[in-house]
């Protein structure tokens, strides 16, 4: 489960700065920048959340699906 | 009376009324009716979309699609609602094997810096003086993907859907001669050379339940995204349950090709010389080439950056593949790949990102639509 370490970071600090950004109505270099900014840390947020299940749900997949052992 | 007759004819004809913004409209419509058949770019619906354009800019045709009572008036809604391209991402879905994403999900990462050319465009675009809206429907056809240019477009800036689409499509074509220059200036001979190791198979249950999960989840995250990617993953769902074939099959094939008729027809009709004939029509080309290669730009960067990550074990060439395109970006990844190492073979690879790429772009798309949209 060490591989989804950055979707965790990635899901968490988007949340964090999603609460506190609020979109400009005219957009000059700065806002552009902040705007771009904030989208791309929102679609990585996003596609960071699909690999998190993704690897959860393949992880207890796989659990169940391991052969038991027997005599 | 006959002359009389015949003069009236000739008068009420469109001969009479044909000014040289609509004749050079007409040769733009003859142009890409060449790329599409003679060049084979995007045929399917660059050839609707050349048409379209013909067809709007023959004077009193009425076949514009802002000509209210016009037939492409009405069949413009399925546009205008966003109906078309999320039928066309129903289709996308049954065709689309996310087998290679799901057994290596970090590959969702490169399909999410490729979309960094989308937001690279829209701020060079809101510098050019466009509104965020006109920006951001601009930036989308960085994504390189048809469908959502246009979903994005007719709900933000509908007078730029002629350009948008036409850039979008052409460039989407020309992806075999945009990314491979791109990617080799960004990566080293060794890079490019990396052989990766076979991803895991994908069992059933999680080929079925991955459409779901992604379901709930984005729309949750993003209401916006919504038709998109609810509709996408309608069509993998149909494909990978195993019990709705002939679903999946009309998804896939007959009512994507009726959608894509109408789809490309109305779309290359918004394109009437008033408005396409002006200098923002330059600028929205120019600036979707510049999408298309940032976007390449950031998938090949953070393909380095995991390369450095896995110690090798990554090639970077994957990364340019996220930006959606399925699945021609990864075959370029592909044939970059066997270049450098005749050995390689990537596109098993490159498929994880190329369709990462496509729920990336329509993720963006959402995030814009949420923004700006009224």
Known sequence: MNI????????????????TYQVPQKLDLGDS??????????VF??????WLVIAILGRVLRQFQKPKGGA | MFTHALERIVQDSGFATLDWRSAIMLVVAGILIYFAIAKKFEPLLLLPIAFGILLANLPFSTMGSYDEGGLFYYLYMGVKLGIYPSLIFMGVGAMTDFGPL?????????????QFGIFFAFTVANLLGFTPQEASSIGIIGGADGPTAIFTTARLAPHLLGPIAIAAYSYMALIPMIQPPIMRALTTKKEREVVMTMPRQVSKL?????PIIVTVFVVLLLPSTAPLI???MLGNL???SGV????????QNALMNIVTIFLGLTVGATAKADTFLAVETLQVIALGLVAFAFGTVGGVLLGKLMYVLTKGKVNPLIGSAGVSAVPMAARVSQIEGQKANPGNFLLMHAMGPNVAGVIGSAVAAGILIALFGS
């Open chain 1, 4 to 19: 989804s370490g950055p979707a965790w970071l990635t899901v968490l600090v988007t949340w964090v700065t999603g609460l």
């Open chain 1, 45 to 50: 947020a996003a596609l960071a959340s699909i």
């Open chain 2, 238 to 240: 149909f494909r990978e």
């Open chain 2, 230 to 232: 609810g509709m996408l």
């Open chain 1, 33 to 42: 920048l902040a705007v771009t900014a904030f989208s791309l840390l929102l």
């Open chain 2, 244 to 251: 709705v074939e002939r679903l999946s099959d009309t998804a």
């Open chain 2, 102 to 114: 799901i057994s290596r999900p970090s590959s969702l990462m490169l399909g999410a810096a490729a």
């Open chain 2, 206 to 210: 999680e080929r079925i339940l991955f």
